[in-house]
């Protein structure tokens, strides 16, 4: 079957480039033909609203004296390539796209089957387009409409009434429903009517060995005997947490992404991520991971490392609350250097991996039952 993808924008998250590839390696498996229907990344200047724009930009850098950039929509497309060009071509290898400008111009015959997902397609904070992850460019199309692992991203509700009739009336065309959360099951019958099912984040439809492969052979630092920090919000707290592992553990600290995810006022050059693959290496190599991220505690569990999750609520912990309790693994959540000492357990692996296969199986088996195959 040929089949379209729907997800974040393949952009500088390395979590949503895995999970795209994981789909994609698994449908390919399968014996179908996805292809990822990928969004320009392009800053356009609101022709509207472009004149007061630049206004209020003025006054913020030379009145208020804050540190804005006049015309900042030029300069992030200027820079874009350059914080891309590690990352690029693990998508131009791995990942099979298209651009697509205007959803409604796509042919209804260059498809079988969509699928919405995964990541936090759902999440209204994060789409300024959210009926379009509903397949509202769709309609009418003799097609499979499936969603995998698609998530909230929030125990919240987000939507407005409008907005929750209209998805509702789209989701109930789907053929298959499943969540990346167990709040998503709750979510899509109390707001959509629709029974969803729980299935595993695309990045464990694969295992250990899929991910070696990607780096092994490669040129790549190699990183022993070390603490990886992965913390994605800068928090005044995280030096405090990063030295009370390294001092307690014994270990330096090493890190595996760019300084700073956008340039801002910072030099372009701290801006440029490593790529996908010295990322996963970094887990690989790692004694202890330390991190606030999603996908950051799935290749910790992948790759079996000792972690500890720095519990933030801002950026949806109810995500991490639900793969760990999936492992027996919450008490990874800390809030403080107080809470560290729970962590002295070591954690089982064997039940752990043996969940992981189960999960992978359950989710597997409902991604072809909804293919029909």
Sequence with gaps: MKIGILTHPLRFNYGGLLQNYALQTVLRRLGHEPLTLDVPHVMKVNKTTFLKDVLKRLYYRYILHLQVYIFKEWRYNRLYPIMMQNLQPFIDTHIKKIEVNDFNALNPNDFDAFIVGSDQVWRRLYMPDIYREYLSFAEGWNVRRISYAASFGTEEWEYSPLETTECRRLLQKFDAVSVREASGVSLCKKHFGVEAV????PTLLL???????LFEGKDIKPHQNGLLVYLLDQREENEKMISYFANTLGLPPFSVNSKYETPGFHPVEECIQPSVETWLKGFYD????????????????????????????????????SLLSSYRLTDRIVYSTKDCEKLDGVIDWNNANKSVAENREHSLRFLKDSLGK
Excluded at 207 to 213: E, F, L, P, S, T
Excluded at 304 to 315: E, L, Y
């Design 198 to 201: 729980h299935v595993v984040d």
């Design 207 to 213: 295992d250990r060995d899929d991910y070696c492969n």
């Design 286 to 321: 790692a004694n202890f991971v330390l991190t606030d991220s999603f996908h950051a505690c799935v290749f910790s569990i992948i790759f079996n490392k000792p972690f500890a999750v720095f519990g933030n609520a801002k950026r949806g912990l109810s995500r991490i609350e």
